[in-house]
Each structure stands twice: as structure tokens, then as C-alpha cells.
């Protein structure tokens, strides 16, 4: 499964896009970008798409983020090909911030609006690599049909990565380079969790041709996205006794 460069195959070596496809947008066919990855090279454990063993939703909470209001799912659903040979395929969960509730807080976050994320395993035929591919934003509350707050994929990326490496302040967006990196430790449910990120370039464009939300996000001659990739590497340090 880890027998990658990278930690990931890139998907357009293999027929795959680093951007979502979204339903319904004007113009058609835009997307939203795959800004975070989950490195293959993180401790199995994590990979496990589930929230016992310290697995992913397990980690997700141990940073604020949590599944959907009372499990129901809202919003339009949104697919990705990875390149891994199973083609376009809708988001595997919508994960929402928790406002500091993990039982009810993205219930919040649907209707106020806030950071929330998407997620795609990278576990095909083609390219099985388990990791997992994230489409981070930061949207407007549901009365404004939670569109995108302005530069909210790259902010919706970073403020995500300040969470899971605990920075003590604000990562400046603006600043970053392929040579950025962070580090730090979040815990949930007995387990700890160390993520390692590097910000890389190549696998998205510094653009806002074929961006979802471009016309609101991208303001003052910037574009809506940077182009920049946030590979998160994240091993888990303690766990209960028991597990």
C-alpha cells in the first residue's frame, strides 16, 4: 500500500484531476481543489476510516472537526477521481468543524457557516495507496447558501492545519512557500496524535480557471487558489492500555 514517492500517487498521472466535480455550477464544470493530503506514510492506525483504534474520525475530532448534524448528511455531494482506477466517486464523509461540541457542534456549522472539509481514500486498483485526500474550505452560513468566504479554500486549508499542528497563532496564508512546514500534537479519546505537514506546489495550479465559487473567492487581483498542497504525515504517539 506505502510503496509510493510521495505517500500518494498523483492523480493525473493516471487519468485523475487534484480539482472535485461539483454539480450545478455556473459555468458548468468547476471544481473545488484537493488541498490536503493524508500521507499513506502516516501510522495505519489513522487510515482506518473509522472512530475506534484512534482511526480517522477519531483524529479529525482530536482537532475540532466532526461527522455531520446527528449523521445526516447535507449540502450536495461532490466527486473525485484519484487516479486510482475507480473513476469519479462521491465525497466518502463531509466533515464540519464542532464549535467545540463533538456531539452536536457541526449541527452549528450548517447553519452558521465555518470550516468544513471533504474526504476521498485513495484505494483503488490502479493506485492503492490509502491515503486520504482532503477538499478544505471555509463557507458562509446556510442562509447565504453557504457560499465560500473570500480566499476560503486556501484559508479553509491552513486554519485546518493550524488545528491539527495546535499553532499558537494564525498560519499566514499569504507567506507560504512549497518550503513551509508544521508540526504538533492534538488528542481525542486516549489517543495522541503527532502531524508533520509540508506544503508542496506541482499538484495544483496557482489559479482560479476551473474554481468553484472563483468569482467570490478570488479578490484584489489575487487568485482563488495559491496552488499549494498541504501532505500531512500523522502518527499516533499513546493510546489507552486497553486498545
Same mark, same amino acid.
Given at each position: ?5 510521495y505517500?500518494?500517487?498523483?492523480p493525473?498521472?493516471?487519468g ?8 450545478g455550477?455556473?459555468p458548468?464544470?468547476?471544481g473545488e481543489?484537493l488541498?490536503?493530503i ?6 495505519s492506525?489513522?487510515?482506518?476510516n ?7 474520525i ?7 472537526f ?15 477521481? =484519484?487516479?486510482?482506477g ?8 463531509v ?7 463533538v ?6 456549522e ?5 470550516n468544513?472539509?471533504?474526504y476521498w ?6 493506485a492503492?495507496?490509502?491515503?486520504i485526500?482532503?477538499a478544505?474550505?471555509?463557507e458562509l ?6 457560499e ?9 486549508r491552513?486554519w485546518?492545519v493550524?488545528?491539527?499542528t ?9 507567506k =507560504?512557500t512549497?518550503?513551509s ?12 496524535y ?9 499538484l495544483?495550479q ?14 484584489n ?5 495559491d ?9 499516533? =504517539? ?6
Amino acid at each position: 500500500r506505502r510503496n509510493t514517492n510521495y505517500g500518494y500517487y498523483v492523480p493525473v498521472n493516471d487519468g485523475g484531476s487534484m480539482l472535485t466535480e461539483v454539480p450545478g455550477t455556473y459555468p458548468a464544470g468547476l471544481g473545488e481543489p484537493l488541498n490536503i493530503i493524508i500521507s499513506a506514510y502516516s501510522d495505519s492506525g489513522v487510515l482506518q476510516n473509522t472512530v475506534d483504534n484512534g482511526g480517522l474520525i477519531n483524529y479529525f475530532q482530536s482537532f475540532g472537526f466532526a461527522t455531520e448534524c446527528l449523521g445526516q448528511h447535507s449540502g450536495s455531494d461532490q466527486a473525485a477521481n =484519484l487516479g486510482d482506477g475507480h473513476g469519479w466517486l462521491n465525497e466518502t464523509a463531509v466533515i464540519r468543524w464542532d464549535y467545540g461540541n463533538v456531539t452536536f457542534g457541526t449541527c452549528e456549522e450548517t447553519i452558521d457557516g465555518g470550516n468544513h472539509f471533504r474526504y476521498w481514500i485513495q484505494n483503488g486498483p490502479n493506485a492503492d495507496s490509502g491515503a486520504i485526500f482532503i477538499a478544505a474550505s471555509y463557507e458562509l452560513p446556510i442562509a447565504q447558501q453557504h457560499e465560500i468566504i473570500v480566499n476560503g479554500y486556501d484559508l479553509g486549508r491552513d486554519w485546518l492545519v493550524g488545528n491539527a499542528t495546535s499553532q499558537s497563532s494564525i498560519i499566514p496564508t499569504q507567506k =507560504l512557500t512549497n518550503t513551509s512546514t508544521y508540526s504538533g500534537q492534538t488528542s481525542f479519546g486516549g489517543y495522541t496524535y503527532q502531524t508533520s505537514v509540508n506544503y508542496i506546489s506541482g499538484l495544483l495550479q496557482n489559479t482560479s480557471q476551473g474554481i468553484n465559487h472563483y468569482q467570490s473567492v478570488a479578490v484584489n487581483g489575487s487568485n482563488a487558489i495559491d496552488g499549494l498542497v498541504a501532505v500531512m504525515t500523522v502518527k499516533i =504517539l499513546s493510546q489507552p492500555e486497553n486498545s
